[in-house]
Every structure is written in structure tokens, then in C-alpha cells.
């Protein structure tokens, strides 16, 4: 191959990888374009063109071609004006020209005849109809991002508010603080946000973009960055007939642009909190079958954080006005949530290796796993029951037997006996090992009247859904350590007992997960 042919070849894949990198750069980026034009209606070709940004000042300038047409583009979004100037011409400028994300705003010029010193000046108006581009989007205005309630400042529960967007997880924000991998606040994995059907297509097969590239994460089609609501100029949708620029995806286009600096220094700082002495009561669910009113779970959570702005000035050496800009958001949400929650726990009897109060084992027995034998060699496996034969079946409590008679050759016995027979000698039959886990566990102290389990021999409690106790969740990183210390600190003394209920949250990838083990009291 020829030096000529390998540069060759290096040129074109430099002009497919620069054309390939100014299509996707338009993705966060407008582009304005016209035609100019003399008061007969003929093409001016040669028209100077100078559009400048109303918050920076920065300025790109271009001409018309041979047939009066221009085309500005990589324009940062915002208002715009745009001076049109031409020798034996009026200069006309068009002012407060509003240049959107990802489209094609056009501005077509007609020039007067005249004099330089004299200058027509007009105001833009709104396209009625989109003649460029043919997608068919929808774009949030920046001050319904801002205004807007969001359930946990959400920004991608603004896709709700577009036509042919359905969630396909049920109501957002409907289960705060649990199952967060599910699809509900907080939603670590953007899960729940991502996984939105439009037009019918299939859930989740949509691409989102951020200040023009590709949003998405590993998981699934899972949006991978999720900005502060403070921190977005627009967002916009796109959901039919997709130009060009947008590909890989069978569902909607969904394109968020942060916002940028500007020669005047601006920002905000904030905080949003919820906490459950201000949340309205459920009368559905905040009364239980007696009347009585189940108090919310104890919630606190707090979104705060700010956004900063402006040109980059590093005094004496550097001044970015009109050139150098910045912005900058942070964010942090910090949530603490604690409920009661139903639970089962042993009863006094079931402590002490008597389950008569429990009707599966009334009626279909205990069995000593130490009497397994087999397979035989129909490979089956043979076991005996605690209890006593029936009448003329010495062999009754086998379970052949059993299911044979269908349990009526069996005594079945609801207490485990004390010790127990095994081939490698008698063990006892309450483990030792066992009964301290047994025991770690709290008592009974809640009757639920929803429950349709019979109750216990002591006539207060049933046998299942007996406990009630706190479970907490914290979204917070240092509630993980400080749990942890307390967890040690607690198994360290081993002098003070009683019970606490915990919950403990790994990682805020992973959902939490309610353990109700009785640990010594800390105090």
C-alpha cells in the first residue's frame, strides 16, 4: 500500500470520526438556520451574520452562501441574538431568540434598503410549526423542572407528564423507603425510572442522553446519571419519528442538558425535608380492624445541596468573561426511616419443645430426623414420628404406615422428648445450639386482629403475626458504621440482656433487610 492510499484513508476516517462527533454534539446543542433576503424577496448571497449569546456574549459569526443561506450551529441553549448586516442595507437584529437542545430553530431575514446609521430592530416569535428536523418531541420548560413537586426530586418522574409515557411498575414513589431495587424512592439503580414504555413499545427499551451522550448504565437500559432537578436547563422528549441522530432504541429518546455558566454569577442553595409529624394520614390504611389508629412510620429525610455559576476569574492572571465559564451542583439526600412491622416469634410452649399449639402438628406430627433409613429400592426414604403405634400396628408411627392409614395408625406427639435415640447414641432433643437461637428470640407481645391463626395455650397471643416491633432503614453512609459499633459494642456485654430490632443496609445498591435478632441491651 502506498503512502498516498494510507493517508488517504487516514483523512476519511478522520472526516467520518469528526462528522460522527458534530452529529452527536447536536444531541445538547441547537442550531439556528435562515435564509436572508432583499425587500423583492431575492437571495442575498454574502450577508455577514453574527448571533451572540444574551448571557455570555459569545459570539459566532458566519455569511450566506451563493443562495442566501446560513446555518449556525453547536449553539449553547438559551436566548440569542442574531445582527444581520449588508453593504447598501438596513443592519437588522432579531433579539431574544430562544434556542432549545437538540433543534432547528429558524430565523429567515429580510433586509431594507438603507444606510448603516440606520437599524431596524425586531423581536423573535415562536415557530409555529417545526420545519426542520422531524422529530416529533416534547420539551419541560426549565420552569416547570424548577417548580414542579417531584417525589424525592426525581428527575426522571418528569417523563410522567408526557404524552404516550406509561409506568410499567405502578404509581412512582408509592413504597417510600423499601424495596428501593424495586422501583420505588430511593431508586439507587434507576430501575423503576428507567423502566417507562411509550407509545407501547417495550418497558425500557428507551435511550437517555446527557449534555449529548449516551446515559446508560450496564443494567439493562437503566439511566446511569441522575442530576438534580437545580442543575437542568431542559428536558426534552423525544417520542415519534426520530431524526437521524438518534438510533438504538425501539421505545423514546429522552435528553437532559445541564445548565452552564454565564458572565453573571448565579445559584441557589437548598433543602427539602419530609418527616412524618407533616405527612397526611391514610384513611384506608392508618386504622386497623378495632378502630385504632397505626401510627405512620417515624420518617426523616432530607434533600439538600446547591448549584454555582459563573465565568472562570483568577485574578491577575486569568479573566473568562465573555470566554470561560463554570457551573458546578452538589447534592445530597439523607433518609432515615423507622415502622412497626408484624412478625411471628415462638411462643412460651414452643420454647420448651411443645408444639400443641399448632395445628400442623397436631395433625400431621413431629418427626425425628435421626429414624431416617433408605433409599429402598424403589428409592424411597422410611422416617418415624414421635408418638405411639395405634392398636395392632406396632409399626404404626412409620411414615408407610401413616400414609397408608392415612394418619390414623399414629399417636402423633406435640412434645419433643427430652432425649433421643441416634446411632451414634442419645442426644438430647431440645439442642443446645438451637435453643440459644430459640431463646434470643422476643416474646409475643401483639394480637393482630387480622390474623386467622389460631391462638395460644395462654389465650393472649396467637401462634403467628404475635410480635410487633420497630424495623429502621437509614440512606445515610454513616449509620452504617455507627450500627455496626453498636452492634459490637452490645455483643460485648454479655451481662445486660434484652432485645433490639435492627436493620441493616449494606450498601444503597441493595434493599433493606429487616432482622429481628434479640441482642444484648445497650442501653
Request: net charge negative; with cysteine; hydrophobic share 35%.
Amino acid at each position: 500500500m502506498s503512502r498516498g492510499q494510507t493517508l488517504f484513508r487516514a483523512l476519511t476516517l478522520l472526516l467520518f470520526l469528526s462528522s460522527a462527533t458534530l452529529l452527536h454534539a447536536q444531541l445538547n446543542r441547537g442550531v439556528m438556520e435562515g435564509l436572508v433576503t432583499d425587500p423583492q424577496g431575492a437571495v442575498m448571497p454574502g450577508a455577514d451574520i453574527t448571533v451572540t449569546a444574551l448571557d455570555t456574549n459569545v459570539t459566532v459569526s458566519t455569511k450566506t452562501n451563493s443562495a442566501g443561506y446560513y446555518r449556525v450551529v453547536n449553539l449553547v441553549p438559551g436566548k440569542y441574538r442574531a445582527r444581520f448586516v449588508a453593504v447598501g442595507f438596513s443592519p437588522l437584529e432579531i433579539t431574544d431568540i430562544d434556542i432549545p437542545a437538540g433543534q432547528v430553530i429558524r430565523e429567515d431575514a429580510q433586509l431594507k434598503v438603507g444606510t448603516t446609521r440606520t437599524e431596524v430592530k425586531v423581536t423573535a416569535e415562536a415557530a409555529l410549526i417545526q420545519t426542520a428536523a422531524s422529530n416529533f418531541s416534547t420539551d419541560v420548560q426549565t420552569r416547570l423542572i424548577q417548580d414542579m413537586p417531584l417525589q424525592g426530586r426525581d428527575l426522571q418522574q418528569l417523563v410522567f407528564l408526557l404524552p404516550g409515557v406509561n409506568p410499567t411498575n405502578g404509581p412512582p414513589g408509592s413504597n417510600f423507603g423499601f424495596n428501593s431495587q424495586d422501583g420505588t424512592f430511593p431508586d439507587p439503580t434507576h430501575a423503576f425510572g428507567s423502566d417507562v414504555s411509550v407509545n407501547g413499545g417495550t418497558p425500557g427499551a428507551n435511550a437517555w442522553y446527557l449534555d449529548g451522550n449516551l446515559n446508560l448504565s450496564n443494567i439493562g437500559q437503566n439511566i446511569a446519571v441522575n442530576p438534580s432537578p437545580d442543575a437542568v436547563s431542559e428536558f426534552q422528549a423525544i417520542t415519534n419519528a426520530f431524526a437521524a441522530e438518534y438510533s438504538s432504541t425501539e421505545g423514546g429518546v429522552f435528553n437532559v442538558v445541564l445548565k452552564s455558566g454565564a458572565n453573571r454569577v448565579h445559584g441557589n442553595v437548598y433543602e427539602f425535608v419530609r418527616n412524618d409529624a407533616t405527612n397526611a394520614r391514610n384513611p384506608f390504611t392508618s386504622i386497623d380492624a378495632l378502630g385504632q389508629v397505626i401510627k405512620d412510620r417515624q420518617l426523616r429525610y432530607n434533600n439538600f445541596g446547591g448549584t454555582l455559576g459563573g465565568p472562570v476569574v483568577l485574578p491577575h492572571l486569568y479573566n473568562g468573561k465573555n470566554k470561560t465559564f463554570f457551573f458546578f451542583s452538589w447534592d445530597t439526600s439523607i433518609l432515615h426511616l423507622l415502622g412497626n412491622q408484624v412478625f411471628t416469634v415462638p411462643t412460651a410452649a414452643m420454647r420448651t419443645g411443645d408444639f400443641s399449639e399448632d395445628p400442623d402438628a397436631v395433625s400431621n406430627g413431629i418427626w425425628n430426623p435421626y429414624s431416617t433409613v433408605g433409599p429402598d429400592a424403589n428409592g424411597l426414604f422410611e422416617r418415624t414420628a414421635f408418638g405411639t403405634p395405634a392398636a395392632g400396628d406396632p409399626d404404626g408411627c412409620l411414615a408407610s404406615h401413616v400414609e397408608a392409614s392415612g394418619g390414623t395408625s399414629c399417636n402423633f406427639a406435640t412434645q419433643i422428648p427430652a432425649t433421643i435415640s441416634t446411632p451414634n447414641g442419645t442426644r438430647p432433643g431440645l439442642d443446645p445450639v438451637a435453643m440459644f437461637f430459640m431463646n434470643t428470640f422476643p416474646l409475643p407481645n401483639y394480637n393482630d386482629p387480622l390474623s386467622s391463626c389460631p391462638m395460644a395455650n395462654t389465650g393472649t397471643y396467637r401462634v403467628c403475626d404475635n410480635y410487633l416491633g420497630a424495623v429502621g432503614s437509614s440512606q445515610d453512609p454513616r449509620s452504617h458504621f455507627k450500627t455496626l459499633w453498636n452492634l459490637l459494642k452490645c455483643l460485648t456485654k454479655p451481662e445486660r440482656s434484652g432485645t433490639m430490632i435492627c436493620a441493616l443496609e449494606l450498601s444503597p445498591l441493595f434493599s433493606v433487610r429487616p432482622c429481628h435478632l434479640p441482642l444484648p441491651n445497650c442501653g
